[in-house]
């Protein structure tokens, strides 16, 4: 157990008898025999194998890291869409620009982006997750491309923020009306951050592998999470009670296209990453 330890890696041991006891103990995960395995054995033990069949580890082995990526992924998702915002807001304010308002910051972190969240944490396991390299015993958390995906993709949504921003305020449909046009552009804006984030809690499925690999519909709870929060930004716009309190406007068939564009640019932009990251073979390394 040692030998293997001092090699840097993660060690599990299996027994069932009072001799195994140091070892259990001495293993990153001591595993105990529910059924043969003596009292001592199992007191020294991390984890009791209730059926004793060794089958079962794989299992479980299968659970933790399905468990431990759904926790990065929401991580991700998170980050991600924080550094984003942080983004948006310190450029627009050299840029001398009143793109969000707190409220909208608010709505969008607390209500939009909690199911999404929520959802990834319960995500289905990726295909093919126990064929990838285990973890190092000294790896950290944000390994396996999850940092410079937070970093990469947080830039990203807040360049596409702006752009539409900047749109809007270049060609206004509100021609001459300097309050109607700034309106306009506050509620693009609005609308681009939030579709935004949630087309990327679709990216986020997985680090490096497309999401039509992963299956974007697999998960009727993630779907369902998507579609509420989507209901609750949309009605934000197009309720009049609420469009007062979140000071934006109804916008018109084009203005609502170019925040689709800018919002959908999210994924196709992540994919083209994905699949030249996977050219480069940088999807070996991850869990």
């Known amino acids: 157990v040692k030998a293997w330890q001092n090699q840097g890696k993660v060690v599990a041991m299996t027994g069932d008898g009072v001799n195994d006891a140091p070892a259990l103990k001495t293993a990153d995960i001591g595993i105990g025999m529910g059924i043969t395995g003596t009292e001592v054995s199992k007191g020294a033990s991390d984890m009791i194998l209730a059926d004793d069949n060794f089958a079962t580890i794989i299992v479980a082995v299968e659970e933790g890291r399905k468990v431990f990526s759904n926790i990065q992924k929401t991580i991700q ?76 993709q947080g830039v990203l949504q807040g360049a596409l923020v702006l752009a539409v921003y900047g749109y809007a305020i270049s060609n206004p449909v509100h021609v001459g009306d300097i309050k109607a046009i700034h309106a306009d552009a506050l509620t693009m804006a609005f609308a681009t951050l939030g579709l935004i984030q949630l ?41 009049d009670p609420l469009e007062k309190i979140f000071h934006v406007t109804k916008l018109d068939l084009s203005q609502w296209a170019v925040v689709l564009v800018g919002s959908f640019a999210m994924i196709v932009i992540v994919e083209i990453v994905k699949f030249i990251q996977r050219k480069l073979g940088m999807d070996k390394n991850a869990i």
Do not use: C
């Open 77 to 152: 998702y998170l980050l991600s869409a924080n550094t984003a915002e942080v983004l948006t807001i310190f450029l627009a304010t050299l840029f001398g620009w009143d793109v969000l308002q707190p409220v909208h910051l608010l709505w969008i972190n607390l209500v939009t982006d909690t199911f999404p969240a929520i959802a990834l944490g319960v995500e289905l396991a990726e295909p093919g997750v126990m064929s990838h390299k285990p973890r190092g015993r000294k790896s950290s958390f944000f390994s396996g491309g999850v940092m410079s995906s937070i970093i990469y």
């Open 199 to 239: 087309f990327h809690a679709y990216n986020v499925k997985s680090v490096y592998q497309s999401i039509f690999t992963v299956g974007p519909f697999k998960s009727k709870t993630f779907n369902w999470s998507i579609l509420v929060s989507f209901i609750l930004l949309i009605s934000t716009i197009v309720i």
